[in-house]
């Protein structure tokens, strides 16, 4: 039987990707399709063939992840070779912009061996480098909105995926060419504005979310015959894990690039992104027919403000930020209250808007945390060539340790300290681990300033530090003699930092999103990347010597701050119940619409138990 092609409701048979429901109920027989929802004998209350938990084994039992399908994993391959050509060409972006042509190059940018001069070609300086990478970056990360929008309501999130990345394949040519030494020497070189972060960002997430079979928590018995609780959200917190390391192993390509930028030239660090890059193509292809898709539904947004809009016409600005203000939305409660007006939501549909509301509360938090995690604009760069003692190492090489720190520890997380809570009965809720993470995130900041504090103690040229070898003598020392070793601290503490909130923040702009906004949330976490970029581009004058330590230490004291104002603004999101607003019937792949439309029927429910013993025949 081809099991990947005739279950109509879900990627592929429950037992081909966990063991999920209770052994006994699968041995029950049945005639046809089982109820959505029913009873044991025990008096379980089941939900397609699962096993709900009871109020007391939720607080007694110990939880687990389960087992996600295939297409999850090769998704995160797909992300792997973009985050790999976007990292590996944009980490060589600052010194192309902000550095001259070395003296002691060959017109490529690159410099002499074991020459001390940085990688470079525009000779912009590091005001320009600042408002030029962060500009970029908010293009990059505040498009996707609209982008996620369309994808929710008119073109779905596969597509717009692959034209992310046709439009990212020209953006490479583009790069490309701009780096060749007769484009450099002529001083027409750019950087391209067009990537793929536009489409694919706010499509990505979700739609490898998507593929999770894990919609309720529920009751199983493990091999060794103990009773768990499969939980969708460590189910999704683990899957998402590998996603973040695949992209932090892409990233890790901006290490090759460093070397060949001072070692070959642009042309070559912009190169090797774009051959793996070329492998795109075909894995979207082979996934094509395999993968559920959502199709697009209309966006939700108008309903929203329909909610609004009824919330405030019943005294809804005076409960602001108060219990009861989401109720006077909600179509039952306007209907006892003589309402005849036709309603196109229900009052689940006003719970996921305060859910989506919540989320972007949280989303904000996110940009003073990003910006210490690396400092403003850039600042960190800055750092790294304001007198450090490199010794011949290309300056933005450990920047690089940001990927490689966080390849290390998720498996560490994944698979011994999350492991090991959840067999503890230690919930780590959301909102926690997000806490630590910028708590974290602070931590490195204060290294930031800490190290450029002693750069400017020890530079000879005092507070001029960052222009220094412009002031000295040709030959003369111009640099510090602090260790340019020291600045891995500050990197690998704020890489940790990630783990805890930007794998988080996925889950959380998923599952608090109502169904046909779910591209749109996503995006809308992603502009707080843009937000941090604004403030890069508005702050880019102060980015200079003598002012490089307020443009750590100030962003510092605020992270502090609203560390302590998120945790107690938030802590109680940690007692909620994970809630996913996807159902069996949304997980359908093309083949299964078109076996749907053929035969003019309703979806069947999912029988695991029929899956299984086919399977096993």
Same mark, same amino acid.
């Given at each position: =039987?081809?099991?990947?092609?005739?279950?109509?409701?879900? @990627?592929?048979?429950?037992?081909?990707?966990?063991?999920?429901?209770?052994?006994? $109920?699968?041995?029950?027989?049945?005639?046809?399709?089982?109820?959505?929802?029913?009873?044991?004998?025990?008096?379980?209350?089941?939900?397609?063939?699962?096993?709900?938990?009871?109020?007391?084994?939720?607080?007694?039992?110990?939880?687990?992840?389960?087992?996600?399908?295939?297409?999850?994993?090769?998704?995160?391959?797909?992300?792997?070779?973009?985050?790999?050509?976007?990292?590996?060409?944009?980490?060589?972006?600052?010194?192309?912009?902000?550095?001259?042509?070395?003296?002691?190059?060959?017109?490529?940018?690159?410099?002499?061996?074991?020459?001390?001069?940085?990688?470079?070609?525009?000779?912009?300086?590091?005001?320009? @480098?600042?408002?030029?990478?962060?500009?970029?970056?908010?293009?990059?990360?505040?498009?996707?909105?609209?982008?996620?929008?369309?994808?929710?309501?008119?073109?779905?999130?596969?597509? /717009?995926?692959?034209?992310?990345? $046709?439009?990212?394949?020209?953006?490479?040519?583009?790069?490309?060419?701009?780096?060749?030494?007769?484009?450099?020497?002529?001083?027409?070189?750019? *950087?391209?504005?067009?990537?793929?972060?536009?489409?694919?960002?706010?499509?990505?997430?979700?739609?490898?979310?998507?593929?999770?079979?894990?919609?309720?928590?529920?009751?199983?018995?493990?091999?060794?015959?103990?009773?768990?609780?499969?939980?969708?959200?460590?189910?999704?917190?683990?899957?998402?894990?590998?996603?973040?390391?695949?992209?932090?192993?892409?990233?890790?390509?901006?290490?090759?690039?460093?070397?060949?930028?001072?070692?070959?030239?642009?042309?070559?660090?912009?190169?090797?992104?774009?051959?793996?890059?070329? =492998?795109?193509?075909?894995?979207?292809?082979?996934?094509?027919?395999?993968?559920?898709?959502?199709?697009?539904?209309?966006?939700?947004?108008?309903?929203?403000?329909?909610?609004?809009?009824?919330?405030?016409?019943?005294?809804?600005?005076?409960?602001?930020?108060?219990?009861?203000?989401?109720?006077?939305?909600?179509?039952?409660?306007?209907?006892?209250?003589?309402?005849?007006?036709?309603?196109?939501?229900?009052?689940?549909?006003?719970?996921?808007?305060?859910?989506?509301?919540?989320?972007? *509360?949280?989303?904000?938090?996110?940009?003073?945390?990003?910006?210490?995690?690396?400092?403003?604009?850039?600042?960190?760069?800055?750092?790294?060539?304001? *007198?450090?003692?490199?010794?011949?190492?290309?300056?933005?090489?450990?920047?690089?340790?940001?990927?490689?720190?966080?390849?290390?520890?998720?498996?560490?997380?994944?698979?011994?300290?999350?492991?090991?809570?959840?067999?503890?009965?230690?919930?780590?809720?959301? +909102?926690?681990? /997000?806490?630590?993470?910028?708590?974290?995130?602070?931590?490195?900041?204060?290294?930031?300033?800490?190290?450029?504090?002693?750069?400017?103690?020890?530079?000879?040229?005092?507070?001029?530090?960052?222009?220094?070898?412009?002031?000295?003598?040709?030959?003369?020392?111009?640099?510090?003699?602090?260790?340019?070793?020291?600045?891995?601290?500050?990197?690998? +503490?704020?890489?940790?930092?990630? +783990?805890?909130?930007?794998?988080?923040?996925?889950?959380?702009?998923?599952?608090?999103?109502?169904?046909? /906004?779910?591209?749109?949330?996503?995006?809308?976490?992603?502009? /707080?990347?843009?937000?941090?970029?604004?403030?890069?581009?508005?702050?880019?004058?102060?980015?200079?010597?003598?002012?490089?330590?307020?443009?750590?230490? *100030?962003?510092?004291?605020?992270?502090?701050?609203?560390?302590?104002?998120?945790?107690?603004?938030?802590?109680?999101?940690?007692?909620?119940?994970?809630?996913?607003?996807?159902?069996?019937?949304? =997980?359908?792949?093309?083949?299964?619409?078109?076996?749907?439309?053929?035969?003019?029927?309703?979806?069947?429910?999912?029988?695991?138990?029929?899956?299984?013993?086919?399977?096993?025949?």
């Amino acid at each position: =039987m081809d099991t990947g092609t005739t279950i109509p409701t879900i @990627a592929a048979p429950v037992s081909a990707v966990r063991t999920s429901v209770d052994q006994a $109920a699968l041995d029950e027989k049945v005639n046809g399709p089982p109820a959505e929802r029913g009873v044991t004998e025990d008096g379980h209350e089941t939900f397609h063939g699962l096993v709900l938990p009871t109020e007391e084994e939720k607080s007694t039992l110990r939880r687990v992840a389960g087992k996600m399908p295939a297409t999850c994993y090769y998704l995160c391959a797909v992300e792997f070779a973009e985050r790999a050509s976007y990292y590996g060409c944009s980490q060589v972006y600052k010194n192309f912009i902000r550095a001259p042509l070395p003296p002691d190059g060959n017109g490529t940018g690159a410099t002499a061996p074991g020459s001390e001069y940085t990688a470079g070609a525009l000779g912009q300086g590091s005001v320009v @480098a600042t408002a030029m990478t962060e500009a970029f970056k908010f293009l990059a990360y505040a498009l996707p909105v609209y982008f996620g929008w369309l994808a929710d309501t008119k073109y779905g999130r596969f597509k /717009m995926i692959c034209w992310g990345v $046709a439009v990212c394949g020209v953006a490479h040519i583009i790069m490309i060419i701009s780096a060749l030494p007769p484009v450099l020497l002529s001083g027409k070189a750019i *950087g391209p504005f067009a990537l793929s972060l536009w489409y694919f960002k706010p499509n990505i997430s979700p739609t490898l979310i998507d593929q999770s079979p894990h919609k309720v928590a529920h009751v199983i018995t493990d091999v060794n015959g103990e009773k768990v609780i499969v939980d969708p959200e460590e189910s999704i917190n683990s899957v998402m894990l590998w996603f973040y390391l695949l992209i932090n192993v892409g990233s890790c390509f901006g290490i090759p690039t460093s070397y060949l930028a001072k070692i070959v030239g642009y042309w070559a660090a912009y190169l090797i992104p774009t051959i793996l890059y070329l =492998m795109l193509p075909p894995l979207l292809w082979y996934l094509n027919p395999r993968l559920v898709k959502q199709p697009p539904g209309g966006s939700d947004l108008g309903n929203v403000f329909k909610v609004l809009g009824d919330i405030f016409a019943h005294g809804g600005l005076k409960r602001i930020g108060r219990k009861g203000f989401w109720e006077a939305g909600k179509p039952s409660v306007r209907k006892a209250a003589g309402s005849t007006k036709n309603y196109e939501y229900d009052d689940q549909f006003v719970n996921d808007v305060r859910r989506t509301f919540q989320a972007c *509360g949280i989303f904000l938090f996110s940009p003073i945390w990003q910006i210490n995690d690396g400092g403003l604009g850039a600042a960190a760069n800055a750092l790294g060539i304001a *007198g450090m003692d490199t010794n011949g190492i290309p300056n933005d090489l450990f920047d690089n340790l940001n990927p490689v720190s966080i390849v290390i520890m998720v498996p560490v997380m994944n698979h011994i300290v999350y492991p090991f809570l959840r067999k503890r009965g230690i919930k780590w809720g959301p +909102i926690s681990r /997000m806490t630590f993470g910028f708590a974290l995130g602070t931590v490195g900041s204060i290294a930031y300033s800490v190290l450029q504090y002693y750069v400017y103690q020890t530079s000879p040229c005092g507070w001029n530090a960052t222009t220094c070898a412009e002031i000295v003598a040709p030959g003369e020392v111009s640099v510090s003699s602090i260790s340019y070793a020291y600045y891995a601290i500050p990197v690998i +503490i704020s890489a940790v930092s990630e +783990i805890f909130v930007n794998v988080t923040a996925y889950g959380i702009a998923y599952s608090r999103a109502p169904k046909n /906004m779910k591209g749109l949330v996503a995006s809308l976490n992603l502009f /707080m990347t843009a937000i941090s970029a604004a403030i890069g581009l508005a702050t880019a004058p102060v980015i200079r010597d003598p002012y490089l330590i307020w443009a750590f230490a *100030g962003p510092t004291i605020v992270g502090a701050t609203l560390t302590v104002v998120f945790w107690f603004t938030f802590k109680h999101i940690d007692k909620e119940e994970f809630v996913l607003n996807t159902d069996f019937s949304d =997980m359908k792949k093309d083949s299964d619409r078109e076996s749907d439309e053929e035969k003019v029927a309703a979806p069947k429910a999912i029988d695991e138990k029929k899956s299984i013993d086919e399977k096993k025949s």
